[in-house]
């Protein structure tokens, strides 16, 4: 590669759309810049929220936007609900894998956003970064489709953001399309391949976890994972077994086998964008009251931007007494502002022994070695997310939660919830943002090591 094409900066293009194409873009942001008029430096562009952005354009993404949270509000309302989910679920819906087949056929939702795009949907952007084209990583299908319709100059990235995607992120006509994709697991890139797209437009990056998490030669990310088996492992059942395990992957410094413990077990339940399955969270909360009480156990419960969310938490909280009998033991973290919400997010996972969400974009985070308690999964590519979650043993699904004071238990005392943390660490890929700056900046066909990995 020459000199010539080698970068420091690029545009980091995502949507205010719910978290999970922004928590991807986030890792990605000491890299990212904009024109000045869009803030300069550091700051990620939304497609749908930029200075100057015609009405046209907003109106169209807002009007998406609404919906779906509407909707996926709407899928806890017995049989209406779950019938209109049911209906946008299947224009998202992922084929099943097998048996292998070209799957290359455009879509009615597909065919329906390139006449959008034929219709100008996009240009505004497309045009104002054209005037210095540098590399444009989009973590939203549309994204890339609006730089590559619109005669974008420069090199296109999709980050892809789910463990299997639908054919809604291969274009119209994907064995011409030049955008290259960063595919965050094998089977992704088998998917891409099966809509048409060609293998060497394909990189398998993983997905982009907050280096803040990670650490130089991952000293933060051994540290915590080092500290969090001990809470999970209160009968050092995994330890025992497993020691050298622990030894060759964490390294002895970090199997503080026999330390004291630096914080309470913790546990923290993420809602998603939409502030779906809130209600999860306030009986979770009733259910440990009293371990929580007695100073055994800390809940962080996310609200994210979500101010209803935060205020019923609140209220919650109140109402039970916490507040002031155990102030420090239960957490809301709410912010007005995405970018603050996933710093201080990622802060608190840091002393996160267990993670509680819906198999989200978050299901990636079992590779920061945090056992991840699945509640149900909301639309296609939860469903997928969980399958395999579940296949590298990094996450299980909930059981009733009104009872999460036994059933937690027994999961402690066996020692399951350590080796769950183990197998996310071993085998869900975690320097996806490292690899993304190689290719991207650099030219380098830089992808993860265990290629075998589903």
Not at 221 to 232: E, F, W
Not at 378 to 384: C, K, L, S
């Amino acid at each position: 590669m020459s000199e010539q094409n080698i970068y420091k900066k690029a545009y980091i293009v995502a949507v205010d759309m719910g978290y999970g194409h922004q928590r991807a873009a986030y890792p990605l942001r000491d890299f990212a810049t904009t024109p000045e008029s869009m803030g300069g430096d550091g700051v990620i562009i939304n497609a749908n929220r930029y200075a100057g952005i015609p009405k046209k354009d907003q109106n169209m993404w807002e009007g998406s936007r609404k919906l779906y949270e509407k909707i996926s509000r709407l899928k806890n309302i017995p049989l209406i609900g779950e019938w209109i989910f049911a209906l946008m679920d299947y224009f998202q819906r992922i084929e099943p894998f097998y048996p292998q087949r070209d799957l290359s056929k455009s879509t009615l939702q597909l065919n329906q956003i390139y006449k959008w795009i034929e219709g100008g949907w996009g240009k505004d952007l497309i045009n104002k970064l054209n005037k210095n084209p540098l590399p444009l990583i989009a973590t939203f299908f549309t994204c890339a489709f609006f730089a590559e319709e619109h005669g974008y100059k420069g090199e296109i990235y999709a980050v892809c953001t789910d463990t299997d995607i639908s054919r809604a992120w291969a274009p119209l006509y994907p064995h011409k399309s030049r955008i290259k994709y960063l595919a965050p697991n094998r089977r992704v890139k088998e998917r891409l391949v099966e809509y048409g797209i060609r293998e060497n437009n394909i990189f398998i990056t993983g997905f982009p976890l907050p280096k803040e998490n990670i650490g130089d030669d991952l000293k933060i990310l051994k540290q915590s994972i080092g500290q969090r088996i001990i809470n999970l492992d209160p009968e050092h059942r995994y330890r025992e077994k497993y020691h050298k395990t622990t030894k060759d992957f964490i390294g002895e410094e970090f199997c503080l086998h026999n330390c004291p413990i630096h914080h309470p077990l913790t546990i923290t339940f993420a809602v998603g964008g939409a502030g779906a399955q809130k209600e999860i969270g306030v009986t979770i909360l009733k259910s440990l009251a009293k371990k929580i009480d007695k100073g055994e156990i800390v809940l962080n419960l996310v609200a994210g931007i979500k101010n209803d969310v935060y205020l019923y938490y609140q209220d919650h909280v109140r109402h039970l007494g916490l507040n002031k009998k155990s102030p420090h033991q239960v957490n809301i973290l709410y912010t007005d502002n995405k970018m603050d919400y996933f710093a201080k997010f990622n802060q608190l996972l840091l002393t996160t022994d267990i993670l509680w969400t819906k198999p989200s974009e978050l299901s990636f985070y079992c590779g920061l070695g945090i056992p991840i308690i699945m509640a149900p999964p909301i639309g296609a590519q939860e469903m997928f997310n969980r399958a395999w979650l579940t296949s590298i043993g990094a996450g299980v699904d909930a059981q009733d939660p009104r009872y999460t004071n036994e059933w937690l238990e027994d999961w402690l005392q066996s020692g399951w919830l350590a080796e769950a943390a183990m197998d996310g660490f071993l085998d869900a890929p975690r320097n996806g943002a490292y690899h993304i700056a190689e290719v991207v900046l650099r030219g380098k066909r830089s992808e993860i090591e265990d290629m075998h990995l589903l």
